[in-house]
């Protein structure tokens, strides 16, 4: 058996991976894919406390990462959708170079 | 007294193998110069996370991710990217002004992340899952009981992104 | 699986129901309607939805508590801040009517997603579960974030639009994070339960500790605090007036009811550690969000700062983790709705068409040839200053007030000093509009909808400040 805290470790660098990308990336596309990794890696936790929780057949854990996935694939077609909409008025996704907004 | 080096059983031995490919295949999106290939690269971690969840008993979960973020949601990315294609490929880094902050922040919030998960006293079994019941017959009578309003959060969700998405697709 | 059951006290949710079927009415409406003069019923509808839900909220009232499922209460406290998202969102539709045909002609759905919106709202006010209280978020989260990007003309909407998707889908991961661990400390996603497993030290604090932080991050986006504010200026700025208005009030409400839930009834044995990070929060966010107002020459980038340094005075009340507080609490975000939608609706009748802000000197010398215009902008911004006797003051009071109760006194002497600082800013409003000249002729924009709100913003604003008798009844309504 595979011990929970391996599966933590594991989680915790892909949300790391995830929050990297999202702090660094200059492409709106790629901020979104570092979003979807946090997600998943949510969703792993969620998934290895449910399965080492002292109640299995309490499915708390598996229940919410479902809701995370159908939130994500919301998130994602909306977000993709606002992207376009930028690109076609701008020609850009670059975050950096959107700045109109400004004191 | 000579030190005992734990024998990895066979499931920890795929654990290891899948958590080294979805953490590889994570940091490859991140960092991965050509933003086709950060996609390619997800896809890749969102099928090595479907694989922990098998090795978690999650069937009905794997079978969820792979259909809903394989198959929706990564495919839409390599849409949006080559929609927006010229990002593609930048003649310039990927990372912004403040990438250096950034890998800074990302490095000390993963330090102490681990720093309390080391201090947890953790289970290493799990119970077994009960053959005789059914966790997706389970699941199912969650979603019309106890969670109910979360089910129904989720339609409302889902109608929200429906409206969001026509309205922007549509130019009146 | 049981009907009866499952029908068993479902009036909790009526208010949301109600809400999803003025909705869809919308839209049946939107896809039905011949021409273009048709449209103008599509506001009407909206706001016989929202006052058919308030009616909804005030019959529920007058029934004992009850739960829904686990999933959703009504208790006082969400029926309270259920009142104030209906009136934000009321209010919010009022200044639409006018507004909307010139810049897009999608108003079936943009009022669709406003109702749309106004029940991620108030079913987040009224989640008693991670799950649903996370869904809750999302459903106005993804709603405002189309919603900014309304005016797709304006290049400026459509950034802010982008920008509070990426930094609100960044901030709901680490919602999700966070609540995962919650999860794993306690083994529960039910708010209440994991109150009791924590309280009777089962659970696992090392779990719990990041947890909180990472639910913190994540609330705090949502309400703005520093240092996760930076969104809020750009996107006040850039989102269509009417919507800046709706997301200031109703968001701030939301976000801060379930916050104060998840606090008394999740955490309430760690008020300890909780209770000074908020505190050093709550200075930060009032200090950095005053500051800032000072050096902003935009109107709309002015009332963004200004409503970050709200949310500090609101957090100052959380802080001691009593009821004195969340009530408290709950009546600043009800003086907040009338006096921030107010100044807002002044910001549209200032706006030049097409343009999406007004800077301070669009209001100079108003008074001489608007004075009841210039009159309800000295009311709102008087109200935001926390000047007695209007609304603002009441809301000030009571929450520095459950701070100094709550034992937290130099906290509420923080508070003090920045409402000094804060008059400054908004006096200078006032200065220009009674003793500058006018730069070039302002014609303000006006239509029956939003002289209408205006009238009843101004109104609330100085009423709730000189009858406190007719509120008293609101704020003991709230329960323990």
């Known amino acids: 058996m595979v011990p929970l805290s391996w599966y933590l470790i594991l989680a915790a660098f892909l949300f790391t991976c995830g929050l990297f990308g999202a702090l660094a990336r200059r492409n709106a596309i790629a901020v979104l894919m570092g979003i979807e990794l946090m997600l998943n890696a949510a969703n792993i936790n969620l998934v290895a406390f449910w399965r080492y929780s002292g109640a299995v057949t309490d499915l708390a854990g598996q229940v919410f990462a479902l809701f995370i996935i159908a939130v994500a694939a919301a998130e994602a077609a909306v977000g993709l959708a606002l992207i376009i909409a930028v690109y076609r008025k701008r020609k850009t996704v670059n975050v950096e170079e959107l700045d109109l907004l400004a004191g | 007294m000579p030190i005992e080096i734990p024998i990895p059983t066979v499931t920890q031995v795929i654990f290891l193998v899948m958590a080294l490919?979805?953490?590889?295949?994570?940091?490859?999106?991140?960092?991965?110069?050509?933003?086709?290939?950060?996609?390619?690269?997800?896809?890749?971690?969102?099928?090595?996370?479907?694989?922990?969840?098998?090795?978690?008993?999650?069937?009905?979960?794997?079978?969820?991710?792979?259909?809903?973020?394989?198959?929706?949601?990564?495919?839409?990315?390599?849409?949006?990217?080559?929609?927006?294609?010229?990002?593609?490929?930048?003649?310039?880094?990927?990372?912004?002004?403040?990438?250096?902050?950034?890998?800074?922040?990302?490095?000390?919030?993963?330090?102490?992340?681990?720093?309390?998960?080391?201090?947890?006293?953790?289970?290493?079994?799990?119970?077994?899952?009960p053959v005789d019941e059914s966790l997706i017959a389970g699941l199912g009578d969650k979603f019309v009981t106890t969670y109910v309003v979360a089910f129904e959060a989720v339609g409302l969700l889902l109608m929200v992104a429906l409206i969001g998405a026509v309205m922007l697709a549509r130019d009146r | 699986m049981n009907i009866a059951a499952l029908t068993a006290n479902l009036h909790v949710i009526l208010p949301e129901m109600v809400l999803a079927a003025f909705a869809l009415l919308v839209i049946l409406a939107d896809m039905l309607r011949q021409d273009e003069e048709e449209s103008r019923l599509l506001p009407l509808l909206t706001l016989a939805g929202i006052l058919a839900a308030m009616a909804a909220t005030a019959w529920i009232w007058n029934r004992p508590v009850a739960s829904y499922q686990e999933g959703a209460i009504a208790d006082g406290f969400a029926l309270g801040a259920r009142t104030v998202i209906l009136v934000a969102a009321g209010l919010a539709t009022l200044l639409s009517m006018g507004?909307?045909?010139?810049?897009?002609?999608?108003?079936?759905?943009?009022?669709?997603?406003?109702?749309?919106?106004?029940?991620?709202?108030?079913?987040?006010?009224?989640?008693?579960?991670?799950?649903?209280?996370?869904?809750?978020?999302?459903?106005?989260?993804?709603?405002?974030?189309?919603?900014?990007?309304?005016?797709?003309?304006?290049?400026?909407?459509?950034?802010?639009?982008?920008?509070?998707?990426?930094?609100?889908?960044?901030?709901?991961?680490?919602?999700?994070?966070?609540?995962?661990?919650?999860?794993?400390?306690?083994?529960?996603?039910?708010?209440?339960?994991?109150?009791?497993?924590?309280?009777?030290?089962?659970?696992?604090?090392?779990?719990?500790?990041?947890?909180?932080?990472?639910?913190?991050?994540?609330?705090?986006?949502?309400?703005?605090?520093?240092?996760?504010?930076m969104w809020t200026p750009d996107v006040y700025q850039g989102a269509p007036t009417p919507v800046t208005a709706f997301m200031s009030a109703g968001t701030k409400t939301a976000a801060f009811a379930a916050f104060v839930r998840v606090l008394m009834e999740a955490l309430p044995a760690q008020q300890i550690q909780w209770g000074w990070a908020l505190a050093v929060l709550a200075v930060l966010t009032m200090t950095v969000g005053n500051?800032?107002?000072?050096?902003?020459?935009?109107?709309?980038?002015?009332?963004?700062?200004?409503?970050?340094?709200?949310?500090g005075y609101i957090l100052v009340a959380l802080v001691p983790g009593t009821a004195q507080g969340s009530k408290a609490a709950l009546f600043y975000l009800l003086t907040y709705a009338f006096m921030n939608v107010g100044a807002l609706a002044v910001v549209i009748t200032l706006e030049k068409i097409d343009e999406l802000d007004a800077l301070q000197n669009r209001a100079a010398g108003l008074a001489d040839r608007w004075p009841l215009l210039a009159l309800a902008m000295s009311i709102f911004m008087l109200s935001l200053s926390g000047i007695p006797p209007l609304a603002g003051f009441f809301g000030k009071f009571f929450v520095f007030q459950a701070a100094v109760e709550g034992g937290w006194t130099w906290l509420a002497v923080v508070g003090v000093l920045n409402s000094a600082i804060s008059a400054y800013y908004y006096l200078?409003?006032?200065?220009?509009?009674?003793?500058?000249?006018?730069?070039?002729?302002?014609?303000?924009?006006?239509?029956?909808?939003?002289?209408?709100?205006l009238a009843l913003t101004a109104l609330a604003t100085v009423i709730i400040g000189l009858y406190p008798s007719l509120w008293t009844g609101f704020l003991s309504g709230l329960g323990g």
């Open chain 3, 428 to 453: 200078r409003v006032m200065v220009a509009m009674y003793f500058h000249e006018a730069e070039e002729p302002v014609q303000p924009r006006r239509w029956g909808g939003l002289s209408l709100s």
């Open chain 3, 99 to 229: 507004y909307l045909p010139r810049i897009n002609r999608q108003m079936g759905e943009y009022y669709a997603l406003v109702l749309l919106a106004t029940l991620g709202m108030t079913m987040m006010a009224s989640a008693t579960d991670l799950i649903v209280l996370f869904l809750a978020l999302e459903i106005f989260s993804l709603a405002l974030y189309i919603l900014s990007g309304y005016y797709r003309k304006n290049p400026r909407s459509t950034e802010a639009s982008m920008k509070y998707f990426l930094l609100g889908a960044f901030a709901s991961s680490f919602f999700v994070y966070g609540a995962a661990l919650l999860y794993g400390a306690a083994g529960t996603t039910q708010l209440r339960e994991i109150g009791n497993l924590l309280a009777s030290d089962h659970g696992n604090p090392n779990l719990l500790w990041p947890g909180i932080a990472l639910l913190l991050v994540g609330f705090g986006f949502k309400v703005s605090l520093v240092p996760f504010h």
């Open chain 2, 21 to 129: 490919f979805t953490a590889a295949c994570g940091l490859m999106v991140v960092i991965s110069r050509n933003l086709f290939h950060s996609a390619l690269f997800l896809v890749g971690a969102l099928f090595g996370v479907a694989a922990i969840f098998v090795l978690l008993e999650a069937e009905f979960l794997a079978v969820g991710q792979v259909l809903v973020y394989i198959g929706a949601i990564a495919t839409l990315i390599v849409f949006a990217i080559m929609l927006t294609r010229g990002m593609m490929r930048g003649r310039t880094s990927p990372m912004n002004h403040v990438s250096g902050r950034g890998a800074l922040g990302a490095l000390v919030f993963f330090v102490a992340l681990l720093a309390f998960l080391k201090k947890v006293p953790w289970p290493e079994q799990a119970q077994a899952i």
């Open chain 3, 291 to 311: 500051l800032t107002a000072l050096r902003q020459l935009s109107l709309k980038r002015m009332l963004a700062y200004s409503s970050v340094a709200n949310a």
